[in-house]
């Protein structure tokens, strides 16, 4: 894994925006798997206002969310295909045919198979972004989620149901079952960048970085992947033991790529 710790969460979003860009510009058919949640939020502004002002097209992009509440249709404001349109998908000249999420009102058991025949049929993904959960989770892999699952439906926990219950109303229906992308699905990106900013992050994401490969954290699943970048925040990074190794590493890796142009450091 490659950790980079930027300066704060606005240079992490502006470093996340770097990698999609510039995987955007080297394929001629991108598949990205997208991720929702508070965290990628900074990435996809930073990707609008590529796309406004320096003429960054979506174009010839594919996307394959992770997740989506069971029982949520797409047009509900609490759905994960509203939360795209809303925070990329409106914004940008994305192909709306070309965005994918699972089918959250269909019959779930067959959902998860549908995506996942979707997501072969476009060859895969090529860049998979995540954030993570406070309980180590990936998409909506919750702890003890087995390594090798597919897309299929989980129970969420008590501890994600109440993270996430801040974007639901008091008074409003708040799913506690969702499809989502198996560890193993995710695994399959062939490159993999997970962002994770705030300090309710970092025992996860020392967890997933240095912690023992185990179910329990399912983000830890990640050490298995050989092309993963984790970026992190100062206050995400709090706890990795190995931090001074991971800046020092990327200073070489700068240095390496100094002659590299349009980089943000
Ligand atoms: C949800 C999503 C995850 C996301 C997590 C953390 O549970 N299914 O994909 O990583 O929330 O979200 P946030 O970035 O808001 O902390």
Redesign the pocket.
Known sequence: MQVIITANASAAAAHAADIVERTLAELEAPVFGL??????VALYQALIERHRHQGLSFARLTTFN??EYVGLPPGHPQS?RHFMQRELFDHVDIDPANTFLPDGTGDPLEAGSAYEALIEDHGGIDLQV?????NG????NEPTSSLGSRTRVKT?TRD?LK??ARFFAPDEFQPSL?L?MGIATILEARSILLIAT?E??AEAVARCVEGPLSALVPASALQLHPKVTVIVDPAAAERLELRDYYEFAAAHQRQLHRATPGETP
């Open positions: 991720a929702t949640g508070s965290t990628p992770l997740d994960y995540l954030g993570i959960g406070r989770h990936i998409g909506f969420l994600t993270a996430n969702a989502t705030g309710a992050k």
